[in-house]
Structure formats: structure tokens, C-alpha cells
């Protein structure tokens, strides 16, 4: 499937899938906290600790299908950037794709922890948790010589990046509990910055 349209798919999920887990609760007691501040030395967004859960009943079906949708996407990521890491020959690339595999494997643990295990939400998680990449562009990477490496994980990892951005600033636009949304804005700062770092690596 062509990545524009998997990504529309996805959008439309999200905005489709609002009101499957209601709205989130009125109870001050479930009332979601803002979400921590990022790590320091991360290349991009940090994650609150993967024990800080969510209460299922804070979150929309909206949230619930977002958070699955980046689990997804982020271990995709961590795929790419662990198939090239001991290839790499450019100095600041082998930093960037470092900084991001820090940064997504905290994010990944704390957006697991956030997803409900039991419930309607449960099953939404579980009918949009998809790998979320090209298995072609892991070919392109894994069979590169070691010559055009950097160049090919600087497209690879380019092209994942955005559609994670756009993902997350439409997140910010439909989603319902202000922490998911809180990562959501982190998201997309963080992946928009690094596909300009990997653009614009020479």
C-alpha cells in the first residue's frame, strides 16, 4: 500500500474511532497530569515513565488508537535504525540515529504502559497496532552497500520520521486527554526537527 494512503488510512482511524471509549471521565481523581518534561540529551521528545500509567477511562478510543499507532511506528523505527547502526561511517548521523533509538525506546515503553489491557479500549489497541513502515525500505536498507548506507538510512529514516509528524499534529488536532495529546505536540516537534537533521546532513 502506498505510504500517502496508509497514512490517510490511519488519520481516518483516528477521527473515525473518537467515540469509541467515550469521552474521558469528569472524575477529578482520573483527571489526566501533564505530562513530564523530556529527558535531558534525547534528540527529541521524552516520554513520562512507563509506570506512569493512564486510567483507561481517561482516554477516548481516539487516544487509545494513537497511542497503538505509535507503538507500532516507533519499533519500526528502532528496527531501522539497529539494522544500520554498525554501518553508519558518517560521525553525526551515527549520533542522530543513537539519540533517536534512546528517545523512541522511552517513548515506547511509556506509551505501552499508557495502553489499556482489558476493555473496549483493549480491542481498538489491538486492531491498530500495525508494524507501520515499508518492509521494501528495510530491504533498501539491509541490502545497501556499506558505501550507500548513510544515504539510504538518511532517506529511509526521513521519510518514517515525517509520517510520524503528521500523525502526531493530527493527533494534536482530534485527540481528547491532554497527556496523550501533550506527547502528541512532543511528537511532532521532535520528529519534524530530526528530518531536517537527517535532510540536511551532508
Given amino acids: 500500500m502506498p505510504r500517502r494512503i496508509r497514512l490517510a488510512s490511519l488519520v481516518a482511524a483516528l477521527l473515525l474511532t473518537g467515540g469509541c471509549a467515550g469521552s474521558p471521565t469528569s472524575n477529578p481523581s482520573a483527571r489526566p497530569q501533564p505530562a513530564p518534561a523530556s529527558p535531558a540529551g534525547s534528540a527529541g521528545a521524552g516520554a513520562a515513565p512507563a509506570g506512569d500509567a493512564i486510567d483507561a477511562a481517561a482516554m477516548s478510543g481516539i487516544?487509545?488508537?494513537?497511542?497503538?499507532?505509535?507503538?507500532?511506528?516507533?519499533?519500526?523505527?528502532?528496527?531501522?535504525?539497529?539494522?544500520?547502526?554498525?554501518?553508519?561511517r558518517d560521525d553525526a548521523l551515527r549520533t542522530l540515529a543513537a539519540a533517536i533509538e534512546a528517545t523512541e525506546a522511552d517513548e515506547l515503553a511509556a506509551m505501552r504502559g499508557w495502553l489499556p489491557t482489558n476493555g473496549p479500549g483493549a480491542s481498538a489497541a489491538a486492531h491498530h497496532h500495525e508494524g507501520h513502515g515499508d518492509d521494501?525500505?528495510?530491504?533498501?536498507?539491509?541490502?545497501?552497500?556499506?558505501?550507500?548506507?548513510?544515504?539510504?538510512?538518511?532517506?529511509?529514516?526521513?521519510?518514517?520520521?515525517?509520517?510520524?509528524?503528521?500523525?502526531?499534529?493530527?493527533?494534536?488536532?482530534?485527540?481528547?486527554?491532554?497527556?496523550?495529546?501533550?506527547?502528541?505536540?512532543?511528537?511532532?516537534?521532535?520528529?519534524?526537527a530530526e528530518v531536517e537533521l537527517l535532510r540536511g546532513t551532508p
Fill in 63 to 88: 487516544d487509545v488508537v494513537f497511542l497503538s499507532t505509535m507503538v507500532g511506528h516507533s519499533e519500526r523505527t528502532l528496527q531501522i535504525v539497529r539494522l544500520a547502526s554498525n554501518r553508519l
Fill in 136 to 192: 521494501a525500505a528495510l530491504d533498501r536498507l539491509r541490502t545497501a552497500p556499506d558505501a550507500d548506507v548513510d544515504r539510504v538510512l538518511r532517506e529511509v529514516l526521513a521519510d518514517h520520521q515525517r509520517s510520524a509528524a503528521d500523525l502526531a499534529r493530527a493527533q494534536v488536532d482530534v485527540g481528547r486527554n491532554e497527556r496523550v495529546r501533550d506527547l502528541a505536540r512532543r511528537i511532532e516537534q521532535s520528529r519534524t
